[in-house]
Nanobody
Framework: QVQLVESGGGLVQTGGSLRLSCAASGGTFSSYAMGWFRQAPGKGREFVAAVSRSAGYVSYADSVKGRFTIFRDNAKNTVTLQMNSLKPEDTALYYC????????????????WGQGTQVTVSS
C-alpha cells in the first residue's frame, strides 16, 4: 500500500499560479504511474494530468494543456503539478493518484488516492 498526501492548494486570482505537490510513502514510488484528478462541487471527477513511472511519458487533459505541467522526482518520492494561467473553472479539489502500470486517464484504474487539496481561483 502506498500513501499519498497532497499539498500546495490555496486561493489565487485569475491568471495566477500554484504548485501542487504529492508526497508518497509506504511503497516503491518508481513502480507507480502518477496522476492528478480534480472534482468541483456537483461535477464528476476529471482527469488533469499523468506521468509514467520513468517520467518518459506525460498526458494532459485538453483543458489544461499549455498551462499545467506534471513532473516527478523518484528520488524524493514526489509528483508535482505546476499550474499557471489559472482560471475560475480550475477551481476544484485536486487529488493525487497512483497505479502500478502505464499512465491512463481513467480514475477507476488508479488504486491509490490522496485526501485532496483545494484550489480556488477568484475572478
Amino acid at each position: 500500500q502506498v500513501q499519498l498526501v497532497e499539498s500546495g492548494g490555496g486561493l489565487v486570482q485569475t491568471g495566477g499560479s500554484l504548485r501542487l505537490s504529492c508526497a508518497a510513502s509506504g511503497g516503491t514510488f518508481s513502480s507507480y504511474a502518477m496522476g492528478w484528478f480534480r472534482q468541483a462541487p456537483g461535477k464528476g471527477r476529471e482527469f488533469v494530468a499523468a506521468v509514467s513511472r520513468s517520467a518518459g511519458y506525460v498526458s494532459y487533459a485538453d483543458s489544461v494543456k499549455g498551462r499545467f505541467t506534471i513532473f516527478r522526482d523518484n528520488a524524493k518520492n514526489t509528483v508535482t503539478l505546476q499550474m499557471n494561467s489559472l482560471k475560475p473553472e480550475d477551481t476544484a479539489l485536486y487529488y493525487c493518484a497512483a497505479r502500478g502500470g502505464p499512465i491512463v486517464t481513467t480514475g477507476e484504474l488508479y488504486g491509490y488516492w490522496g485526501q485532496g487539496t483545494q484550489v480556488t481561483v477568484s475572478s
